[in-house]
């Protein structure tokens, strides 16, 4: 009798055990898909403003607002070249990857690989960058191209 009870006892903690690893896997496959879906967004927010850009380069005039959605977390989209930054900014240094001039902020927010990104066929005004903020998961860029500018125009 004393057998089976202890026979009974290793089956039900074996039965916990199992149910804690299946929860655990559970919760880390969730992570790493929510990591998957910022990189994702991330990806796609940089490439459908390429293509924007692009689009805008080959044409003759332009003035438009380009609107995309952003990842969570990410409070602003800055564009420009890294200098002349204010203090706040000055971490963006540490994310710029193959002379980026597109930057999520705060970067720690955007998934690792899309942090910055370069963007082709982009000119602005002046050095430093432009922010621009996100509102309901959204960021709004101007963009203007004259019928004798080589390049697009971010403007603010």
Request: net charge negative; charged share 25%.
């Amino acid at each position: 009798m004393q057998k089976r009870g202890l026979q009974l006892a290793f089956g039900f903690i074996f039965s916990i055990i199992l149910i804690a690893a299946i929860l655990f896997v559970s919760f880390y496959a969730i992570s790493k898909f929510s990591g998957v879906k910022k990189c994702t967004e991330g990806a796609l927010f940089y490439e459908n403003f390429q293509e924007r850009i692009d689009s805008a380069w080959r044409s003759e005039i332009v003035k438009d607002v380009f609107s995309e959605r952003v990842s969570s977390g990410i409070k602003e989209v800055c564009i420009g070249e890294l200098s002349n930054l204010e203090e706040k900014y000055r971490i963006l240094e540490d994310y710029s990857f193959s002379g980026g001039n597109v930057f999520m902020w705060p970067p720690e927010k955007a998934c690792e690989d899309f942090a910055s990104h370069k963007i082709e066929h982009i000119g602005f005004e002046n050095s430093g960058i432009k922010c621009f903020t996100v509102v309901n998961g959204r960021v709004e860029i101007p963009i203007e191209k004259g019928s004798t500018d080589a390049l697009v125009m971010i403007r603010r």
